[in-house]
């Protein structure tokens, strides 16, 4: 969601941003994943809301498959916890409706793209719509991570600038 928060504000405030790096995130709703997209409706997303500790547990069990860190259980559960039910629903419900290709072309600054190309979260190819429609910018793909790469392979996160 942050790449998404990112652009969005290269769009609305040019004057504001001089770089993006962009991290396994959705430039169209389509290259969300099954689960992502069952949580977007305002309904669910209200009842996820309300029942945290479900959605706690959900990302406890399935974490091994989204993350290989171990502390990424407790890094979101962390995240969750501090959350408002404002900021959640916005996020969650938002994805669905996602798209920035209509105002790619408005961004004019450098942008890198980042994926895992092991990520369950977004499917693939998700930077695609960044090399059609942003005319600066560059995509590294991580072979060996999943959505969080800085933590999948953090050595090679952090040198690929």
Request: proline share 9%; aromatic share 8%.
């Amino acid at each position: 969601m942050s790449g998404k928060v990112g652009l969005s504000a290269a769009i609305q405030y040019p004057q504001r941003v001089s770089i993006i790096v962009v991290v396994g995130s959705p430039i169209v709703s389509s290259s969300l994943d099954v689960l992502p997209k069952l949580l977007g409706p305002k309904p669910i997303a209200i009842i996820l809301f309300y029942m945290l500790w479900a959605f706690r547990q959900g990302i406890r069990n399935y974490s091994p498959l989204i993350c290989w860190d171990p502390r990424y259980s407790d890094m979101v559960d962390k995240d969750i916890t501090r959350t408002t039910v404002e900021s959640f629903l916005l996020n969650i419900v938002s994805l669905p409706r996602t798209d920035l290709r209509p105002f790619l072309l408005q961004v004019n600054i450098p942008v890198m793209g980042k994926n895992g190309k092991i990520d369950i979260i977004i499917q693939p190819d998700p930077w695609k719509p960044m090399l059609e429609g942003i005319p600066h910018t560059r995509v590294e793909r991580f072979t060996k991570a999943g959505h969080f790469i800085m933590l999948d392979q953090s050595h090679p996160f952090m040198h690929k600038l």
